[in-house]
């Protein structure tokens, strides 16, 4: 099994940063890409971030182009996901998930691993 421990969350004004960490332990040689999710209150699950095992290869959602990069430090066994120029709607619980398959992968149902969440909240 692969373990996923969010952290880093917070509260933040519109318009300042904030960097979630994603630490896995466990099996995580099986873990082949990352990527990062949120869910607002009411909202379904969706793609924010997604980076391939060797970093080559990032794939973000259209509403954070430009303002969120994702990362990650495979001797740490830990991703990234620095997020600049926050807005309230980035309002959400972010989680962080590992997928055996390869490639920067977007889909919810491509992934088999979760972590518990961390919870953002950008202010106006």
């Known amino acids: 099994q692969v373990q996923l421990v969010e952290s880093g969350g917070g509260l933040v004004q519109a318009g300042g940063s904030l960097r979630l960490s994603c630490a896995a332990s466990g099996r995580t040689f099986t873990v082949y890409a990352m990527g990062w999710f949120r869910q607002a209150p009411g909202k379904e699950r969706e793609f924010v971030a997604a980076i391939s095992w060797s970093g080559g290869s990032t794939n973000y959602a259209d509403s954070v182009k430009g303002r969120f990069t994702i990362s990650k430090d495979n001797a740490k066994n830990t991703a990234y996901l620095q997020m600049n120029t926050l807005k309230p709607e980035d309002t959400a619980v972010y989680y962080c998930?590992?997928?055996?398959?390869?490639?920067?992968?977007?889909?919810?149902?491509?992934?088999?691993?979760w972590g518990q969440g961390t919870q953002v909240t950008v202010s106006s």
């Open positions: 998930a590992g997928t055996y398959y390869p490639g920067s992968r977007s889909g919810r149902n491509e992934y088999q691993y």
